[in-house]
C-alpha cells in the first residue's frame, strides 16, 4: 500500500512499522505458554468487536489484552467487513499492503524487534478467489484492527485563558510476550506508539499472537481538570470506529437563513430497483453534528463519534435520542428522484459560520458488528445570513450607506421552506417577514400561489391533441408531459423567489423590493438608492424589477422589504417554450434584451464566473451540456414547423 492510499484509509504509513509480518520461527516441541510470558497485570480483557469504555485518568496507563484463542477457526463472512463509505473494504485494504510490509521487512522495522508470531505470508493475488484469500490469511494468521473514540476530555480550569484542547491520549501496541504491558515506560523497540488524531485512532496489523494494548493519558492537571473517558474495540473484520476527513463529504449545503439550515446528502443510491430505494427511504443512514466555528468545545474529538455526540453544540441524535433542534428524513427531491437524506437545523445565529459533520453507524441497533461505533466523515462549512444593516444613522429608521455602519439583529426577510406539496422540489429560502407567520404558513402561501396558476394552465394543456398520432403531434421530440413538467419547475422557480439579504452584494443577485419598508419599520436611504440607479437604471430612476418583487402577490400579503433574488437559470425559460405548443403563447427574452437580466441569469463566459443561476436539483449551477442539448432539440422543432425537413426524414438520419 502507497503512503497515498495509506492516508486515504485513515492509517498513517510511518506508524505500521514492528507489528507488520516479519519471519516466524515455529518450534513444535514448545508452546509459548511455557517459553516465558510474563504475567499481565491490572489488565482489561477486549472481545471481538465489543466496545469496551472507561475513564483513563491523567498520567495513568490502561492497559488491554486481545487472546486469539476466543476466536472460533472460522473466519467471518466477507460482506460483514464493508463499512457505508466503502474506504474500509477488505479489498482495498489488502492492494499493495504486502509489498509495502515487504519494504518495510528490510528497511525501517530490521531493528531487533522480537515478536515471534507475526504473519509472513506472501502477496496475494488480485486474481484470487475470496475463498483463496481468507484461506491463506487463516494460515499465516489473523487482521486486527483497533479503533478507539476519545468521547470526554478533561475541561480546563480557566477556558479564557487556555484557548487549546488537552493533549491527545496514546495507543501503545505490542504482540510480544516480552512486553505484555506497552506504556511509555516500555521497550519502544517491542511496541508502536499512535498519538489519537482528534479524539481518534485507527491501526492495523496481521498477527498470530495476542494483542497487548496501552492507552496513556497525559498528565496537564495544571491546566486540565478530571479524567480521560474513550471507549476501545478490536476487531478482526474491520474498524469498528473510524473516520475519513480525505475524501469529500457526502453532504452539500443547499441554503440558510437567519436562524436556520438546510443540507443534504448526495444519492444514497442510483439504482432504479425500487426496493432498493425503498431500504434508504425507510431507515435514514447517518446523523449530523453543527458547530459554531468560533467555538473550541468541539476541538480534540472531531473525529470521534461519541465525542462529538456529548461536545457537539447541535446533534441529531445524543445518546440515542434525536434533538429538536434537528429535523432529518428522507427526500427523493434532486436530481434523478433517488433517495437521500436532508438535515434542517433551527435555532442558529444569525451572520455566523459553522461546521457540519456527518456521520453514521453501519449497524443500527447492534453493538457487536464492525461499524457499529461509528464512522464520521470529512466537515462541510456553512454559515446562516447576515444580521448586519449596512449602517444606521442614530435616531433614524433608514439604512444604508452614509450613516455610521452599525450591527443589528437580521431584518428576518429571508426564510427556508421545505417539503411543499405541489412545489416539491422548493426547499430554499424565500421573501418572508415574521408578522407573516410562520415557516408553514409562508409555505402554504407560497404553494398554494403556485397550485392556483397551474390549474389554469391545465385547462388550456386540455386543448391540446395530446393523443394524436406521433406524426401529428406539436413536436417530433415533446409531448404534452415534457411541457407538463417544464411549466411546473418553471411555475414554481417565478412565484417561489430564491432569497438572499439585501445586504449580500454578490453581482449576481438582483435587488427587488427597493422601496419598500422592512419588517421592521427601517427603509434604504436615498443615497442607496440612487447608488443602484446609478449602477443599474438611467441614474436617477430604477425600474419596476428592483422596487418591486417578481410578483405583487409578495409584496401585497407578505411585505418582506428589500432583499435580493439568486435568478433561475434561464435554461428553465427555454426548456418551457421547447417543450410546449406553440399556440400557448410562451416565449423567454434572450441575453441583451429588456428584461433578461431581471429574470434570468447565465455564465459570464469572458471571467469564468461559476454558474450563479439556480435549478431544481443542485445549489448554483446550470449545466452547459444539457443547454446544448435543449438548444439542438428545439432547431429539430423549428425545421419541422417551417416545412424544411420532414418527421420521416428525422427519423431516417437518426
Known amino acids: 500500500m502507497t503512503t497515498m492510499e495509506g492516508q486515504r484509509h485513515g492509517l498513517d504509513p510511518d506508524l505500521r512499522s ?16 511455557i517459553l516465558g510470558r510474563r504475567q499481565i497485570k491490572d489488565t482489561n480483557v477486549l472481545k471481538n468487536n465489543e466496545a469496551f469504555p472507561l475513564n483513563v485518568d491523567q498520567g495513568v496507563t490502561e492497559r488491554f489484552v486481545f487472546e486469539l484463542s476466543q476466536l472460533s477457526e472460522r473466519e467471518p463472512e466477507i460482506e460483514s467487513l464493508e463499512l457505508r463509505d466503502e474506504d474500509h473494504t477488505w479489498e482495498e485494504q489488502e492492494e499493495g499492503e504486502e509489498e509495502e510490509e515487504q519494504q518495510e521487512e528490510g528497511e525501517e522495522y530490521s531493528d531487533g524487534l522480537n515478536d515471534e508470531s507475526l504473519d509472513t505470508e506472501p502477496a496475494d493475488s488480485s486474481s484470487l478467489s475470496v475463498e483463496q484469500k481468507l484461506g491463506k490469511r487463516q494460515q499465516g494468521g489473523r487482521r486486527i484492527f483497533i479503533s478507539a473514540n476519545t468521547c470526554l476530555q478533561p475541561q480546563a480550569f480557566n477556558a479564557t485563558k487556555t484557548t487549546q484542547p488537552p493533549p491527545q491520549l496514546t495507543l501503545y501496541v505490542s504482540t510480544s510476550t516480552d512486553n505484555v504491558e506497552p506504556g511509555p515506560d516500555a521497550d519502544a523497540s517491542s511496541q508502536v506508539s499512535m498519538v489519537f488524531k482528534e479524539g481518534a485512532i485507527m491501526y492495523n496489523f496481521t498477527t498470530t499472537s495476542d494483542v497487548y494494548v496501552g492507552v496513556h493519558a497525559p498528565n496537564v492537571r495544571e491546566i486540565f481538570d478530571g479524567p480521560y473517558n474513550m471507549k476501545i474495540a478490536i476487531s478482526t473484520d474491520g474498524y469498528y470506529y473510524s473516520y475519513n476527513v480525505d475524501d469529500d463529504a457526502d453532504l452539500i449545503w443547499v441554503d440558510s437563513d437567519s436562524q436556520g439550515a438546510l443540507l443534504i446528502t448526495h444519492n444514497l443510491t442510483d439504482s432504479n430497483d425500487e426496493g432498493e430505494q425503498q431500504k434508504f427511504m425507510e431507515a435514514p443512514p447517518y446523523v449530523l453534528f453543527a458547530q459554531d466555528k468560533s467555538d473550541p468545545s468541539i476541538n480534540g474529538v472531531k473525529y470521534s463519534f461519541c465525542g462529538l455526540e456529548q461536545y457537539a453544540q447541535i446533534a441529531t441524535t445524543k445518546d440515542g435520542k434525536y434533538s429538536n433542534m434537528v429535523q432529518t428524513g428522507m427526500t427523493r427531491r434532486g436530481q434523478g428522484n433517488f433517495p437521500k437524506q436532508q438535515f434542517f437545523f433551527s ?15 453501519t449497524n443500527p441497533g447492534s453493538s457487536n458488528l464492525v461499524g457499529s461505533g461509528g464512522h464520521v466523515f470529512k466537515a462541510t462549512n456553512f454559515q446562516t445570513k447576515s444580521g448586519k444593516l449596512f449602517s444606521r444613522d442614530p435616531g433614524s429608521n433608514q439604512v444604508g450607506t452614509n450613516a455610521q455602519e452599525l450591527i443589528q439583529p437580521d431584518h428576518g426577510n429571508c426564510n427556508i421552506v421545505l417539503n411543499l406539496t405541489f ?47 406521433v406524426t401529428q403531434r406539436y413536436s417530433l421530440t415533446r409531448n404534452c408531459t415534457d411541457c407538463d413538467a417544464a411549466y411546473k419547475d418553471w411555475l414554481c422557480s417565478v412565484t417561489i423567489p430564491r432569497c438572499e439579504d439585501f445586504s449580500n452584494n454578490a453581482s449576481y443577485l438582483h435587488p427587488r423590493a427597493m422601496n419598500q419598508p422592512f419588517p421592521n419599520g427601517e427603509t434604504l ?14 441614474g436617477k430612476v430604477l425600474s419596476k424589477a428592483f422596487m418591486e418583487s417578481r410578483s405583487s402577490r409578495i409584496d401585497e400579503f ?16 427555454y426548456r418551457l417554450v421547447q417543450s410546449c405548443p406553440s399556440s400557448m403563447g410562451f416565449g423567454c427574452p434572450l441575453p441583451g434584451q429588456k428584461g433578461f437580466n431581471s429574470s434570468y ?10 454558474w450563479r443561476c439556480w435549478f431544481f436539483g443542485e445549489r448554483g449551477r446550470c449545466r452547459k451540456g444539457l443547454l446544448l442539448a435543449l438548444e439542438v432539440l428545439v432547431l429539430l422543432d423549428n425545421l419541422v414547423a417551417r416545412g424544411w425537413v420532414s418527421f420521416a426524414e428525422l427519423r431516417g438520419s437518426a
Open 558 to 573: 407578505i411585505k418582506p422589504g428589500p432583499y435580493k433574488e439568486v435568478l433561475p437559470c434561464d435554461y428553465l425559460c
Open 601 to 610: 441569469y447565465i455564465k459570464n463566459e469572458t471571467n469564468g464566473e461559476v
Open 18 to 33: 514492528p507489528l507488520d509480518p516479519l519471519y516466524e520461527p515455529e518450534f513444535a516441541a514448545f508452546d509459548k505458554s
Open 423 to 469: 412545489c416539491d422540489q422548493v426547499a430554499y429560502s424565500v421573501p418572508s417577514n415574521p408578522k407573516f407567520g410562520n415557516a408553514s404558513v409562508l409555505a402554504k402561501f407560497y404553494d398554494d400561489y403556485a397550485a392556483e396558476a397551474y390549474g389554469f394552465f391545465k385547462k388550456a394543456l386540455a386543448q391540446i391533441p395530446c393523443e394524436a398520432p
Open 525 to 538: 436611504d436615498n443615497a442607496t438608492v440612487s447608488l443602484y440607479a446609478e449602477k443599474y437604471g438611467d
Open 347 to 361: 435555532g442558529l445565529k444569525p451572520s455566523t459560520s459553522y461546521i457540519g459533520i456527518l456521520a453514521n453507524v
